[in-house]
């Protein structure tokens, strides 16, 4: 009771004229505990309006710590509105507090006063402004359209010239180009990877693809000569944990509703395009139309491996105009996908049924044959105890006798004989704790992983997902009964789903590329190289989608033979 007076009478002599010098004076870290009891004690009801907003800058409160209490944000609404419209207050904080995504929102108080066209003119007079920052530039021009700070499409507009001049000047000094060039000719090898300075070269015999042309080995060329999909047949190029750090994190920005990627997703994405393009001609000059190759795969071996019948592909013609190729190729996508949905859940392509369905299913939407098709990590233990493994931001890896050698506490247990006491004592805890979760272990005080469990949690942390009926683990079957991993029984996975609908739409995230939206909408199209590169990029959906479903059939005629083994 008697501290509790003596910090009230404290902040009872504080005063506008001596608050900046008495904050001064505070220890760094107790300024989040004198800005709470100035709000808490409402110290401020003895300010001026008149120099509040001076008291306020020679605080260096940032916008955020200005608006956390809603009491003061009322005492003070006209004077903080005020302020928010100076750029240097107001422009940074809408930016942050509407456009960005956060791990964690900040409970903030806006001002009555500080009214909608006020934020966006803070948008617009930062645009006719001098200096830009490119990343504020990307927010604004990926904006979702929100009722507390709509972005028009001319001001959009602006952003984006905006954004072309920036770079356009500071090309030299901020760009780094990652070089690849794929090479179709005569080679020793079926399939040549070299990197040169940074500088990527894939080369692919033709003489094997000329000998190779029957149309099974053509599609699978892209799974084995391409890897466009891994051993489980997850999309290798769809954005994942997998190559992200804390520096990538920190020279990025993501606004509210934007798709997660980084450098590596631009490389890959680069380079399977740059792979569609080349193979494409390939087989162009074989006299190989890849259009036939997919309605071959729908109307004839779908019935001839699976039985299943109606699988119809209305697909391009080669002497088709590119847009009209663009337009009938998204088409194909959505109706493809329609009738996999219609024989997932009734067994069955029924054409006439069909004839009468209008909407297409959402990507995500589309089911499985499989029951237990794919898992994902479904409890913060999963997620901390796969961090502590495998993150690189922690110090369990840290030993006084390796040093800083190796990146994360695998790397650290399995080169070294490495015991409990060995560890630095901080981390003695988190070690003792992972004993605990199994996924370590002491063998005469030496730690051993568990190498199926370790085996999992990689899997998971660094493609966020499993396909379960590549994998017969007990450990993971105990891990989805104990509710650690969650099921699914959808055709694609989460990454996969919201790399094609980031392509494809813009319902899910704000800076989506929409190309299926521009060709199904008559949208207004650039040039004819802007087409021909959303073509190959509509291929190379329709060649995941294919791979996806023969995957798909695949499994399920297996289980049929040998049950599901994660049947519960």
């Known amino acids: 009771m008697k501290l509790n007076n003596v910090v009230h009478e404290f902040f009872k002599s504080i005063t506008e004229d001596n608050v900046v010098a008495i904050f001064d004076e505070c220890y760094v870290s107790y300024w989040d505990d004198f800005r709470d009891f100035f709000y808490k004690l409402k110290t401020y009801t003895c ?22 209490d809603k009491a003061f944000v009322e005492y003070f609404d006209k004077e903080i509105t005020l302020l928010l419209e100076e750029q240097e207050y107001g422009l940074r904080f809408i930016v942050s507090h509407y456009l960005e995504e956060h791990e964690k929102e900040q409970k903030v108080y806006i001002p009555r006063s500080f009214t909608i066209d006020k934020r966006v003119k803070l948008i617009e007079d930062y645009l006719k402004g001098g200096d830009v920052n490119p990343n504020i530039l990307q927010l604004i021009i990926n904006a979702k359209p929100t009722l507390e700070l709509p972005i028009s499409p001319k001001i959009k507009k602006i952003a984006d010239q905006r954004n072309t001049e920036f770079w356009n000047r500071n090309k030299s000094a901020f760009t780094h180009e990652y070089g690849f060039c794929v090479s179709f000719g005569s080679y020793e090898n079926v399939k040549n990877v070299r990197n040169e300075n940074g500088n990527w070269t894939l080369e692919y015999d033709t003489g094997w693809i000329k000998n190779n042309t029957d149309y099974p080995t053509l599609l699978n060329n892209f799974i084995y000569l391409f890897e466009y999909t891994d051993s489980q047949a997850r999309c290798t190029y769809a954005s994942n944990n997998y190559g992200k750090s804390a520096l990538t994190d920190f020279f990025s920005v993501r606004g509210k509703g934007m798709y997660k990627k980084g450098t590596v997703f631009d490389m890959l994405e680069s380079l399977s395009d740059i792979q569609m393009a080349g193979y494409v001609k390939q087989l162009n000059v074989l006299g190989i139309n890849i259009e036939n190759v997919i309605k071959w795969f729908f109307e004839s071996y779908l019935f001839e491996e699976f039985g299943i019948r109606n699988f119809t592909c209305n697909m391009p013609k080669p002497n088709d105009s590119i847009l009209s190729k663009c337009k009938t190729l998204a088409s194909a996508i959505d109706g493809v996908l329609s009738k996999d949905k219609m ?3 009734d067994g069955e392509i029924d054409t006439e049924l069909f004839r009468y369905i209008t909407d297409s299913p959402r990507i995500k939407d589309v089911p499985s044959l499989i029951k237990n098709k794919y898992c994902y990590a479904n409890s913060d233990d999963i997620v901390k105890e796969m961090n502590f493994m495998f993150s690189d931001q922690n110090m369990l890896a840290y ?10 506490l695998v790397q650290l247990i399995l080169n070294e004989k490495i015991g409990i006491a060995d560890c630095q004592p901080y981390n003695q805890e988190a070690i003792r704790w992972l004993i605990e979760r199994g996924v370590i272990y002491l063998e005469d005080e030496v730690i ?25 683990s007990p450990i993971l079957k105990e891990m989805i009964t104990k509710g650690e991993i969650v099921t699914d029984n959808k055709l694609l996975t989460k990454p996969e789903y919201q790399y ?17 939206n521009r060709y199904i909408h008559d949208a207004i199209i650039i ?4 087409m021909t590169a959303d073509y190959y990029t509509l291929l190379k959906v329709m060649i995941m989608i294919i791979i996806k479903i023969n995957d798909d059939c695949c499994l399920n005629e297996t289980i049929k033979e040998e049950g599901d083994f994660y049947e519960l």
Request: hydrophobic share 30%; with cysteine.
């Open 343 to 345: 024989f997932c859940d």
């Open 448 to 472: 051993k992983c568990q190498k199926e469990r370790v085996f999992i949690l990689k899997e998971l942390y660094e493609k966020n997902v499993i396909s379960m009926q590549y994998i017969k």
């Open 527 to 530: 040039d004819e190289r802007t």
């Open 500 to 516: 094609f609908d980031y392509l494809l739409n813009n319902a899910e995230f704000s800076d989506g590329k929409a190309i299926r």
């Open 399 to 408: 030993t006084e006798r390796t040093g800083s050698k190796y990146d994360n």
């Open 47 to 68: 300010f001026s309006g008149e120099k509040i907003c001076d008291v306020l800058k020679g605080l260096h409160w940032n916008t955020f710590q200005i608006l956390q």
